[in-house]
């Protein structure tokens, strides 16, 4: 497919600060930007809505996914997050979505977010990032996020079930059969764990400025 503008991908495990980067580049470069994991979240969600286990097949869901069903404010519970490793994992789900985020990106170009896109989605990338945390970092983020007002023997119990549910999706996107999360590569690799947002900003906006100077002059 013939792109207007350059593709930017931006993969990592969740709550590595992948989200926010990809959004903040995206305003930078006067590029769309496309949540990829909302789409699977929505599947998800539309999965638990019918009142089916997300595992089993859930291609009919992604096929009729609409515009509004992406704009849902109940995308970013626990419950819709497991929901969305389950229905990404399926390559029927997948397929179905594969087009939808390549359609988007045609036009203008795009950052996009995600755990497979300089892989399976645009592998022929301008820009591949691979943005990661330790789990235990990530774990303070997303408990920080929520938050955090609870007390120390309750805070510890929070950040461990955290940490163990970060590390337990980390494996089911590692080891999927279906465009598992990797780093591509000709990925560059930033851990943002001594990093704050605006450092890792300006780090992915160095070295994207530097490729899109390479290949579009």
Not at 1 to 25: C, E, F, N, Q, S
Not at 142 to 169: I, P, V, Y
Not at 211 to 217: A, P, Y
Request: with cysteine; charged share 25%; aromatic share 4%.
């Amino acid at each position: 497919m013939m792109r207007g503008g350059p593709v930017i991908a931006v993969d990592g495990p969740a709550a590595a600060g992948k989200g926010t980067l990809a959004r903040k580049l995206a305003e930078a470069l006067e590029l769309p930007y496309l949540d990829t994991g909302l789409l699977y979240r929505a599947v998800g969600r539309l999965a638990l809505d019918a009142g089916q286990d997300p595992a089993q097949p859930a291609q009919r869901f992604a096929q009729a996914l609409t515009p509004a069903d992406m704009q849902r404010k109940d995308l970013r519970t626990p419950e819709v997050a497991l929901a969305a490793s389950k229905v990404a994992a399926q390559p029927a789900v997948r397929a179905a979505l594969v087009e939808t985020q390549r359609r988007f990106a045609a036009e203008r170009g795009a950052v996009l977010d995600g755990r497979d896109i300089g892989t399976a989605i645009f592998p022929d990338a301008d820009v591949k990032l691979f943005i990661t945390a330790s789990p235990a970092t990530r774990a303070l983020r997303r408990f920080l996020q929520s938050g955090g007002n609870t007390s120390a023997a309750d805070a510890q119990a929070q950040l461990g079930q955290m940490e163990e549910a970060l590390r337990a999706r980390d494996e089911a996107d590692a080891s999927r059969d279906s465009a598992p999360m990797c780093v591509a590569d000709d990925a560059y690799v930033i851990e943002t764990d001594t990093l704050d947002a605006q450092a890792v900003l300006a780090e992915a906006l160095r070295f994207a400025r530097e490729r899109l100077v390479t290949t579009h002059g």
